[in-house]
Each structure stands twice: as C-alpha cells, then as structure tokens.
C-alpha cells in the first residue's frame, strides 16, 4: 500500500504503470530559444493589477489559493496555488478550485514554495491534471521521467520574485532571487519567470518587470499561452 496523507499513492502508481515506456528514459530538459518571460502572481487576484495589465495588453498567471477565491475576471489564466498544510489532497484542492472558478486547473504552484523534491509529486499533480507546476525556483524547465515513463507534467521554474528585496518577516525571502531581473534579461534568459504577490504591489517593482520584457524585447505569455506552444503533452 502507498497511502499517505498526500495522496493515493495506489492510484498514482497505477498511473504511472499506465503511461507508455520510453526507449531512451530521462527527463527532457526544456530549451527556448525565443526571448519569452511570463509574469506570475500567487495567492489572490487582484483587480487593479489585472486591468493595469489588460489595458496594456499583457498577459499573466494567478495561481489561488482554492479555499480563498474570491472575486476574479473569467477571461484571466486562472491556477491553482496547491496547500500543503491544509492537510487537503490535490484532488480535493483541484475540485475545491473548479466548483469556485468554473473549471479545473492545468498549472500549479505550491504555496510558501513546500516541495519535497520526489518524482512522487510529479506524479500525484499530473494524475489530477495538472500539465505544468512552478514550484521550483532557477534552473532549467523539464519534463519528469518516472520508471522509464515520461510523465504528462513539465516544471517551470520561476526566477525572480518580489523585487526589490522586502523584510522577511513578511513571509517572502530575497533568496528566492537568482540575480537582479534587468540581469536576467540582459542576458538573454529564455524563458524568465516573474512571481509577484499582490499583497506585496506598492512595496515591490512588479511593473519593472513588464518595462524589461519590452525593453530587451521579450514576449510576454501567461503560463498556459507558454505550455499550448511550447510544452504540449
């Protein structure tokens, strides 16, 4: 028996087994060659930063927390932002979300970055139909492979959140940051990932990010614009 308290771990090795093999196991790493950068933002939607947004014609991602959905706009990339510590199974949290929002999420990230870094995640997110999670911080994206099966899930790690640095007795650490953003896309980096909370908006330089994007001519997408034409399963 695998049961824990995070998952049905019979089911999702049944789903794993059902995958086809591969001839040549491993991960597939992501490569990008297009200058493409994704804002993201975590925990709630926020209704002026979303019409800042729309009226520039910039597109982005809101991974909610499913038990505090509120108010949101239908035509936003809506996500889920999976509790750990609510003791609730991704299952629960993906159905919580859908009966609130109208439909199921395909994207996840989880919320105060818990990961516990096994393949076993992965799994557990793909089985409930997650197609792309964030979790990660830096790196290159990928695709997990699990017993000689690629599963139906990329990671898309972020790499810059809520700059400038804020007091950390606010609950969000500048460790988070690889490097300054304007570095970042000075280089060229492909794809960068921006994660803001909006709670945070008149402490940080969210908009920077967007001033960057154009000003070293990114193109900029939500989480499922990226997966639909780059990461489809």
Known sequence: MYNTDFFDGDRMMAFVRSLPEEERPGNHVLSVRDRVAIMTHDDRFDREMYDWETERGYRSTWFLLSDEIK???PAADLQLHYKMERKAWVS????EFAQRVGRRPTANR????????G???FANLAMNGIRVDSTLGHGAGFRPCVDNRLLPIWELPYFVVDTPHVDAT?????TYNACSPRDLFHSGHAPIVGLFHPQLKHQTSWKWFYEY????????????????EYLQC
């Open 71 to 73: 108010d949101f706009d």
């Open 92 to 95: 629960e949290q993906v159905d």
């Open 110 to 117: 989880n919320h105060r970055m818990f990961w516990r870094g």
């Open 119 to 121: 393949y076993l995640d």
């Open 170 to 174: 606010k609950g969000i650490y500048p």
């Open 213 to 228: 994007a154009d000003d070293y001519g990114y193109r900029l997408m939500s989480v499922s614009e990226f997966y639909a």
